[in-house]
């Protein structure tokens, strides 16, 4: 509310701000919806400034020129170094980035449908997984960009990073080219005992993400007050593990004093 009405009491027809990424989408919808006689575009940095390798220095350049190049009212969003309409963006929670959903894969999808065909008579099986709907799989595979493609053969997992056509995915079967790249390794195989505990970790931080969201839009909670709610949940379930493990110290040593008392051999 105080972001719009600074917006709207101000003289100024273009207007830059830096906003932090989880609910910058939140924002923009929210003062998209005042429509202002304005140009007004949201940036922000996954990495503080003041960290290394921030992309807030670069962020903050492509969307101040943008801003002196838009002649056009409306609300926008600048990341990764493209700008966005407002509606037309949303934040991929798994890499973090921000992206119309996923233009690369849509993009990918007829080509890789054409290929999928063949698989009979390639002698493989082509598959797709939806990492939104399984952040297990995210996490196992390690994706940082989308779309990702591996080749599976053996228990051996190697990443595909050569051309994205049909001609080149049968050829890179049929001539064996998988022999000529690295397997993954293994500590960092998809079925490793490493990558197995990240995909977990994954899927706790979805579900976390869930409830932080059905807290602040489905009841209303301000953001402080969802983190203020995990903070006193994590300092419960601290204070209830701690408890569970002194009860079980407690007894392990009361069971150790009887053992000794009836002068039974054992081991404390």
């Not at 989408?25 to 005042?34: D, H, N, P, R």
């Not at 407002?86 to 080509?111: D, F, I, M, S």
């Not at 990492?131 to 390690?142: D, H, I």
């Not at 293994?186 to 931080?205: A, N, Q």
């Amino acid at each position: 509310e105080l972001i719009s009405m600074t917006c709207e009491v101000g003289r100024q027809k273009k207007i830059l701000i830096t906003h932090g990424t989880d609910t910058m989408i939140q924002t923009a919808s929210y003062l998209a919806q005042k429509k202002l006689k304005k140009t007004i575009i949201f940036t922000g940095a996954f990495l503080p400034e003041t960290f290394k390798g921030s992309d807030a220095e670069f962020n903050i350049g492509v969307a101040l020129g943008a801003l002196q190049c838009l002649s056009v009212y409306g609300v926008y969003v600048c990341m990764n170094g493209t700008l966005f309409l407002w509606n037309q963006v949303e934040r991929n929670y798994k890499t973090g980035h921000y992206a119309p959903w996923c233009p690369a894969c849509k993009g990918l999808e007829a080509t890789w449908n054409n290929f999928a065909e063949w698989s009979d008579d390639l002698d493989i099986t082509v598959a797709e997984v939806d990492v939104t709907q399984e952040p297990g799989l995210s996490g196992r595979f390690m994706v940082t960009s989308l779309p990702s493609i591996y080749h599976v053969i053996n228990g051996e997992f190697r990443r595909y990073m050569g051309p994205r056509s049909k001609d080149e995915f049968m050829t890179f079967i049929e001539d064996r080219k998988y022999v000529e790249i690295e397997p993954v390794p293994s500590w960092k195989s998809p079925d490793s005992i490493v990558m197995s505990f990240l995909g977990w970790l994954f899927k706790v931080s979805m579900v976390v993400r869930n409830i932080h969201t059905s807290l602040t839009e489905d009841y209303n909670i301000p953001v402080y007050g969802s983190y203020a709610i995990f903070a006193i949940a994590t300092v419960v379930m601290g204070l209830l593990l701690g408890v569970a493990m002194n009860q079980s110290f407690y007894f392990n040593e009361t069971w150790c004093m009887r053992a000794q008392e009836q002068d039974t051999d054992l081991i404390c």
